[in-house]
């Protein structure tokens, strides 16, 4: 039950953002604004991919919005809603980014014995690593693996350094120099350790710097 005090709080910031809100909903109705109004630029392979391929708008009109944002704020709607636009999850990215190779499907992660590993990194969603709207491509860091991999046994081990010997020498950030994360690139995994990308290299691409593993894909991204 929301306490009468809670409820003025609320009414209070929500006639504050009302008008503010309600305006730049408006802006965003025009084709022409939206890429002025974004929070940061695009990521260089979305440079092409329209606001509303990711953006999807909230139903009802910004009057409904505003009703139930006020019914919500005096206490008699349980949930509040979006202005605008809906927020932004994994099903919009793997509407264009679902592939049958993926090596790390979200939906894995939910699994209960990856509980201790998603509190080094959310895998349970996209967003735990990537954000548009930013020059980062990956918010994570380059030694990631270790979160799930530490008890990995490699059988008929065909690599000069083993993997064994990798991890208990805690070379986690080697990983990512023979392994796509998402397995999608079409790379083969060298035998030598001195061919593998260095860290530094792929701690540049998540930056945004060039893409270590090629541009040759398994699979390309839907595009319509």
Same mark, same amino acid.
């Given at each position: 039950?929301?306490?009468?005090?809670?409820?003025?709080?609320?009414?209070?910031?929500?006639?504050?953002?009302?008008?503010?809100?309600?305006?730049?909903?408006?802006?965003?109705?025009?084709?022409?604004?939206?890429?002025?109004?974004?929070?940061?630029?695009?990521?260089?392979?979305?440079?092409?991919?329209? !606001?509303?391929?990711?953006?999807?708008?909230?139903?009802?009109?910004?009057?409904?919005?505003?009703?139930?944002?006020?019914?919500?704020?005096?206490?008699?709607?349980?949930?509040?809603? /979006?202005?605008?636009?809906?927020?932004?999850?994994?099903?919009?990215?793997?509407?264009?980014?679902?592939?049958?190779?993926?090596?790390?499907?979200?939906?894995?992660?939910?699994?209960?014995?990856?509980?201790?590993?998603?509190?080094?990194?959310?895998?349970?969603?996209?967003?735990?690593?990537?954000?548009?709207?930013?020059?980062?491509?990956?918010?994570?860091?380059?030694?990631? !693996?270790?979160? !799930?991999?530490?008890?990995?046994?490699?059988?008929? /081990?065909?690599?000069?350094?083993?993997?064994?010997?990798?991890?208990?020498?805690?070379?986690?950030?080697?990983?990512?120099?023979?392994?796509?994360?998402?397995?999608?690139?079409?790379?083969?995994?060298?035998?030598?350790?001195?061919?593998?990308?260095?860290?530094?290299?792929?701690?540049?691409?998540?930056?945004?710097?060039? /893409?270590?593993?090629?541009?040759?894909?398994?699979?390309?991204?839907?595009?319509?």
């Amino acid at each position: 039950m929301v306490s009468p005090s809670a409820r003025v709080v609320r009414l209070l910031a929500l006639m504050a953002a009302v008008p503010t809100v309600a305006l730049g909903g408006l802006a965003m109705l025009s084709q022409d604004s939206k890429h002025v109004l974004a929070h940061g630029p695009l990521i260089s392979d979305h440079a092409e991919v329209a !606001c509303d391929a990711c953006h999807v708008e909230s139903a009802g009109s910004i009057r409904q919005q505003i009703q139930a944002q006020l019914h919500y704020a005096l206490g008699s709607r349980a949930t509040a809603v /979006d202005f605008g636009y809906q927020e932004v999850t994994s099903k919009a990215c793997l509407a264009c980014h679902a592939r049958p190779n993926e090596r790390h499907p979200i939906y894995r992660f939910q699994e209960p014995r990856f509980a201790q590993a998603v509190q080094m990194v959310d895998a349970r969603s996209c967003l735990g690593c990537h954000s548009e709207h930013s020059e980062q491509v990956v918010h994570s860091a380059v030694g990631v !693996c270790q979160a !799930c991999h530490e008890g990995i046994k490699v059988k008929n /081990d065909p690599i000069d350094i083993k993997h064994e010997i990798l991890i208990e020498q805690k070379k986690w950030e080697s990983c990512l120099g023979c392994h796509d994360f998402h397995g999608n690139h079409a790379i083969k995994a060298p035998l030598h350790i001195a061919e593998a990308i260095s860290a530094e290299v792929i701690r540049q691409y998540f930056l945004g710097g060039p /893409d270590p593993y090629g541009e040759e894909k398994l699979y390309e991204a839907r595009t319509e």
